[in-house]
């Protein structure tokens, strides 16, 4: 049914290194749900077989930042949670990716008062926003789509010196 | 289920007791309010707690009111449970101005946290109190923030970022 089908007796394809491993990663984005409120409920959703996911690569959520490739920052960050939240993000390995879930993570949404970081970019490199209080499953699988497409034209020496 | 005793004889076993201490008194929307000086309200919790007759064993929340730009700027709220009678009370007292309030942590345990969070939230420091620190907000941070001169968005500065590590 897949790409075997195609197979007639000794083909080959030509490619480069730096596709192969960014087609590599992109369908195989490990995501660390960093969920700290209501959004983690809905990330849950997506996990389950309604939404799945799984379709798109993504459904082994690591609760160890170490094993992790996308961090979903799903809730509410405060400024005594941002120390945690950064923490968890230096350790995750490189190349890693951030996606800020709902309208408090980032811009702070509803919550306009002192204790509430007004959006994560302040202290987290963000690559894809999602709208929504909470988003939408459908919107958070948009997301991981859009951040495939990011990580497809990465390269694979544009990692070679990071930790 | 229905009280067991009524707020007259709350407030008549109080007056019998500290003839002097209550100043005033109301009932609303079912709740029973009694205003004390502030210089009788460890007594008068003292003996609502181990008063065999009126036995509030609950101090079930304690919290502070700002009222900005009155002369005793803050008022102590006890909200108090007696299990035995099935009754709530309030007491309400005012702060005085130098902000050193007797603790109630010798009379109910568990004030320890819920003094903690009303010096974290309003900066009212509790007298005898066993560990006076901050509840919610970092340790680092100088500001009292439901105070009503505390901006809503606070002050640039208040609390601080993580430091940003690069690669």
Redesign the interface.
Known sequence: MGLEALLRGEDFITTTIDEVIAWARKSSLWPMPMGISCCAIEFIAVNDPKYDLSRFGAEVARFSPRQADVMIVAGTVT??M??V???IY?QMP?PKWVIAMGACTSSGGMY????V?QGID??LPVDIYVAGCPPRPDNLINAIIELQKKVEKTRARDFQ??? | MENKITNQAVLDIIKEKFPNAIENFEEFQGDFIIYVKTEFIHNILKFLHYDENLSFEQLTDTTAVDWATRKNRFSMVYQLLSMKNNYRLRVICYVNDDLIHPTVTDIWKGANWQEREVFDMYGIKFEGHPDLRRM???EYVEIH?LRKD?????NPG????????E?
């Open positions: 400024y005594k941002a120390h939240v950064r923490r230096d490189s306009r008062s002192y204790p970081v302040q202290f010196d990071k930790k | 919610y907000l970092p923030p505390y901006p809503l968005m606070g208040d609390f601080k970022l993580p430091p940003i590590i690669d």
